[in-house]
């Protein structure tokens, strides 16, 4: 046991943060089971940003199960459901893409609540989901439940291991929506988004994609992931997936897509060169998709012509992150700006240890990658 007041070396350190980021792996692998056991494995799936006229609730957050109690108990009773944020993939999932009333998405990532959410004529149920300071003016229709809360909401309790979504759904109808259809758009005039390309997706196409590789139709693969927020600098994403050249692949995860996942960005052998893989928990898909491919190419994970060019905002990201070092992976692009953790010391071990380079602008950085 160490004395008061005396420090770890930095290779002590290390290894903390190496078990750390171990530990992490494991639980994004118990969560994939979870989600996939439940709900099947997610499939490709277009969805709609067009909110049908009559009553509808917005869900938003992480939590698929939330979704599906709610979806359960809306069923028949003349309200659509629309995703919101991290929940879009939900989309993808079998188990949840039955119910004919979880209609479409609606709004971008968490950042944009307040404008999104202004004088929203439905109730808004926040599942594990960053949450704003709320405008009056739809204060009254926000729900909390699990771990989210906020002075003056209401919250849906969990009475043992089941919740009731009535005080939701009463709203619902008494609020009743708009009178017409609205058609909305992403950040950059899309109206139409594509997710569930998830580790069983991706894999069950890996012969092609390799093929493609092999072939050179395919030159590189782009992950571009993480969380999203407000600060300047992140159009940085959106600018970089737009210079992606077509003989590439992007991958993304998280909310941080929200710049760039409305892109019509083309097709590469059949499949959309842009492959959302799911929420940022989704991760473990991601992971377990680049092993795959390292197996099959006989190499290394860093040898593969792959890069990680990764937004961080958050305590989630930071643990994902850590997962990707003890990982051994190298080269990651990391931005708009560094965790307030990373001093001048820590950044020094993180580029030597593993040449993680801030980002610097898309051009610049797309020249470095690619050569």
């Known amino acids: 046991m160490r004395a008061i007041g005396e420090t770890h070396s930095v290779a002590e350190w290390l ?3 190496m078990e750390f980021g171990q530990v992490n792996l494991k639980c994004m692998a118990l969560l994939d089971e979870a989600n996939t056991s439940t709900f099947g494995h997610p499939v490709p799936t277009k969805v709609t940003m067009m909110v049908e006229k009559g009553p509808f609730i917005v869900v938003t957050g992480h939590d698929l199960l939330d979704l599906k109690h709610l979806l359960e108990q809306t069923e028949g009773k003349g309200i659509n459901i629309y995703t919101h944020g991290e929940m879009l993939p939900a989309h993808g999932y079998p188990e949840l893409k039955k119910y004919d009333h979880l209609k479409g998405n609606y709004g971008t990532a968490w950042q944009n609540q307040q404008k999104e959410f202004n004088e929203l004529p439905a109730p808004i149920l926040y599942t594990t989901n960053c949450i704003m300071p709320p405008k ?3 204060a009254e229709n926000i729900f909390t439940t699990s771990v989210v809360g906020y002075p003056g909401l209401k919250h849906i309790p969990d009475k043992d291991g089941k919740k009731d979504f009535t005080p939701l759904i009463d709203k619902a109808l008494e609020l009743g929506g ?3 259809d609205k058609q ?3 950040i950059n005039g899309g109206t139409e988004l594509m997710t569930g390309f998830a580790r069983n997706t991706v894999m069950g196409v890996a012969e092609k994609l390799i093929e493609a590789v092999k072939s050179g139709g395919i030159r590189h693969f782009f ?3 993480g969380c999203d927020g407000a600060r300047t600098g992140r159009n940085y994403y959106t600018n ?6 077509m003989d590439t692949v992007v991958l993304t995860l998280g909310c941080g897509k929200y710049r760039f996942n409305d892109l019509n960005i083309g097709e590469i052998g059949g499949l959309p060169r842009l492959l959302d ?3 940022c928990n989704d991760a473990y898909s991601a992971i377990k998709v680049a092993v795959a491919l390292a197996e099959a190419f006989k190499c290394d994970v860093n040898e593969l012509p792959l890069t990680l060019v990764l937004s961080w905002y958050e305590q989630k990201a930071v643990c994902i992150l850590l997962t990707l070092l003890s990982l051994g992976i190298k080269n990651i692009y990391l931005g708009p700006t560094l965790p307030a953790f990373v001093s001048p010391t820590v950044l020094n071990v993180l580029v030597e240890k593993f040449a993680i380079k801030p980002i610097s602008t898309p ?3 797309m020249k470095a990658i690619l050569g």
């Open 363 to 365: 051009q610049a950085d």
């Open 223 to 225: 992950l571009v992931g």
């Open 178 to 180: 708009w009178a017409e």
């Open 136 to 138: 009056e003016s739809y």
């Open 15 to 17: 290894g903390l943060i």
């Open 240 to 245: 970089f997936v737009k210079q992606t050249p």
């Open 277 to 279: 893989i799911g929420q």
């Open 184 to 186: 909305f758009t992403g």
